[in-house]
């Protein structure tokens, strides 16, 4: 099946997560919010100085006036007083702009002329304009905005807009609830055996860590149980047990066609199966059906696979699962510096990474079992169906940062 028609079909089988946690702002980074926020007050609150400086009004420098009297100090987060005619206001960053001026120079822009008297005056050097180095009142939020809609992601900016119109808690999405495991008989957990005792033709799950990592990063209460023998009775009693309290479960490996491959009859057994192979490169054996309650995702066992696999098709599904309706992949136009001559007929996303000219390097060795790719390169080239690249060509980069973070 191609990539979009099953990314498609997996979005539309997801309803998303009715719970919810009430959780402080600055705890919520990662969340996706559950109810909208509207503001209940302007930001900024008043009319207020973008410089520190002096307010003024723009006809007492118009009408050619000598140095102008200070007639008063304000500071952020105290109120002036009406601004006397042809006389300015001393004025700070962030402090409210009196009533009656109607414009603030910056002091880089004047001369401060200090009297014997202990008075002083201003020589304005610069003409000002009406409303310059003004912030207005409510320019940045109106009160009733919609400051963030349901089923936002939260980042750094969104928590602080939150705060800015006085938002201590935030009700979010509860987290995904998600079991994890890999099978088969030839992994070997790091730790448990020294890499010069390790058994021929054993492995390290390595999938089992970066699995757990991008779990993790989007919001999920991740369950870990391990390594499941080639067995399909072991697989068929895991995948029961993972059912009961979990709304995903997540497996690596056992989802080709090979003898020892038991993913595909354990789901059956217990449930549904309605997506079985993407046409991808790397990636191609992949599953998404139901058991009991929970959805499933089957991941291939190559890491590279596994990898892009998620990366493409489960965190769209898991951002959908908490409430995101714009889940696509953003790509970025850039310049290919290398040639890939050999089209495939399925969708390949090449391991690249920027070079200090602008460009995509290629990773020599695009193998899907050859994880170094993936630690070397910064994103990935999308490389349609048939269609060779070569050097120079615009190319659809999508930098690891979008689809990790």
């Not at 080709?256 to 490169?281: M, R």
């Not at 998404?288 to 599904?317: E, K, M």
Request: proline share 7%; charged share 20%; glycine share 10%.
């Amino acid at each position: 099946m191609p990539l979009d028609e099953a990314l498609a079909q997996l979005l539309a089988a997801v309803q998303p997560l009715a719970g919810t946690d009430t959780v402080a702002t600055a705890e919520a980074d990662g969340r996706v919010l559950a109810q909208a926020i509207v503001s209940g007050l302007q930001v900024p609150p008043h009319d207020n100085s973008a410089m520190d400086g002096y307010a003024l009004r723009v006809e007492d420098v118009l009408a050619g006036a000598d140095a102008l009297p200070v007639s008063q100090r304000i500071a952020a987060g105290s109120m002036g007083t009406a601004l006397q005619a042809g006389t300015v206001a001393r004025i700070f960053t962030g402090a409210p702009v009196p009533e009656g001026a109607d414009a603030v120079v910056m002091q880089e822009d004047c001369t401060v002329q200090e009297a014997a008297d202990g008075s002083t005056r201003v020589q304005i050097n610069t003409l000002p304009l009406p409303g310059q180095n003004i912030r207005r009142s409510g320019e940045d939020v109106a009160r009733g905005d919609v400051v963030l809609a349901a089923g936002t992601r939260l980042g750094p900016a969104a928590l602080g807009l939150a705060a800015s119109v006085g938002m201590a808690q935030l009700q979010v999405v509860r987290r995904p609830r998600v079991a994890l495991f890999s099978t088969g008989d030839e992994l070997v957990m790091p730790g448990t055996v020294p890499p010069a005792q390790m058994p021929p033709g054993a492995i390290y799950n390595s999938n089992r860590f970066f699995l757990h990592s991008l779990l993790r990063r989007l919001g999920c209460e991740v369950t870990d149980l391990g390594i499941v023998p080639d067995r399909l009775e072991a697989t068929v009693q895991a995948l029961r047990d993972a059912a009961q309290a979990h709304d995903l479960i997540l497996t690596s490996g056992g989802v080709s066609v090979g003898e020892e491959d038991h993913i595909k009859p354990a789901v059956q057994a217990l449930g549904q199966l309605n997506l079985w192979q993407i046409a991808i490169k790397p990636g191609k054996p992949f599953a998404h059906g139901r058991v009991g309650d929970a959805h499933f995702v089957g991941l291939p066992g190559n890491p590279v696979s596994s990898f892009v696999t998620f990366l493409v098709l489960v965190r769209p599904f898991l951002l959908r699962l908490q409430g995101v309706s714009d889940v696509a992949m953003k790509t970025i136009a850039a310049r290919a510096d290398f040639d890939w001559p050999k089209a495939d007929k399925r969708r390949e996303f090449l391991r690249v990474r920027r070079n200090g000219q602008g460009g995509l390097e290629l990773f020599p060795h695009q193998g899907s079992g050859v994880l170094t790719s993936a630690a070397w390169g910064d994103g990935l080239v999308d490389v349609p169906p048939g269609e060779p690249i070569h050097y120079g060509a615009t190319v659809r980069y999508i930098p690891f940062g979008e689809l990790s973070a």
